[in-house]
T-cell receptor
Framework: DSGVTQTPKHLITATGQRVTLRCSPR?????VYWYQQSLDQGLQFLIH???????AKGNILERFSAQQFPDLHSELNLSSLELGDSALYFC?????????????FGSGTRLTVV | LAKTTQPISMDSYEGQEVNITCSHN???????ITWYQQFPSQGPRFIIQ???TKVTNEVASLFIPADRKSSTLSLPRVSLSDTAVYYC????????????????FGKGTLLTVNP
């Protein structure tokens, strides 16, 4: 157990729907990062939050949004889902600068859009 | 962010030492080199990180030559459970650097350990 908790583990939904993925970082970690991993792509950075503030955006679609709450958990909202959004979505956390210990990843949410 | 090149796949046998090399010719002065391991359907796991020379921890060693244009992850005496994808990342790991926010893992090296 890495200490980063992601729920749900699996999600199957239809095209056009909206889903919310949840991430609880390791205790004490202020940063949360979201990544998407599909079969034909590597791990793609989506967005980073630090202590409630958005710090950086990667290749995140406009249909996707995220937020980090005061208790530091984060949610990734995916709307108007398309078949191509099917992927593993990972959340990672770090206490601050990931220089020494890197990022700690959760076990991911597998999203299947049908 | 410095581009990295690693072999797509490698094969080994139980008990052997495995060395995976990563090329990063345009590494910047403030960049660190980090390796992650990923098993199927699991999140990547941090293995080791270094800036120069040699770093060793309980699971691996990281060798970085003086010019820092490449690095080698060394796994001693691999077992079947070391079969995984290994990613090499290069970037400024401090918040002041900025680029670390957008770490992209690429395709990595699939290491297969055979009995």
């Amino acid at each position: 157990d890495s200490g980063v908790t992601q729920t749900p583990k699996h999600l199957i939904t239809a095209t056009g729907q909206r889903v919310t993925l949840r991430c609880s970082p390791r205790s004490g970690d202020l940063s949360v990062y979201w990544y998407q991993q599909s079969l034909d792509q590597g791990l793609q950075f989506l967005i980073h939050y630090y202590n409630g503030e958005e710090r950086a955006k990667g290749n995140i679609l406009e249909r996707f949004s995220a937020q980090q709450f005061p208790d530091l958990h984060s949610e990734l909202n995916l709307s108007s889902l398309e078949l191509g959004d099917s992927a593993l979505y990972f959340c990672a956390s770090s206490v601050g600068e990931p220089r020494t210990y890197g990022y700690t990843f959760g076990s991911g949410t597998r999203l299947t859009v049908v | 962010l410095a581009k990295t090149t690693q072999p797509i796949s490698m094969d080994s046998y139980e008990g052997q030492e495995v060395n995976i090399t990563c090329s990063h010719n345009n590494i910047a002065t403030n960049d660190y080199i980090t390796w992650y391991q990923q098993f199927p359907s699991q999140g990547p796991r941090f293995i080791i990180q270094g800036y120069k020379t040699k770093v060793t921890n309980e699971v691996a060693s990281l060798f970085i030559p003086a010019d820092r244009k490449s690095s080698t992850l060394s796994l001693p005496r691999v077992s079947l459970s070391d079969t995984a994808v290994y990613y090499c990342l290069v970037g400024d790991m401090s918040y002041s650097g900025g680029s670390n926010y957008k770490l992209t893992f690429g395709k990595g090296t699939l290491l297969t350990v055979n009995p």
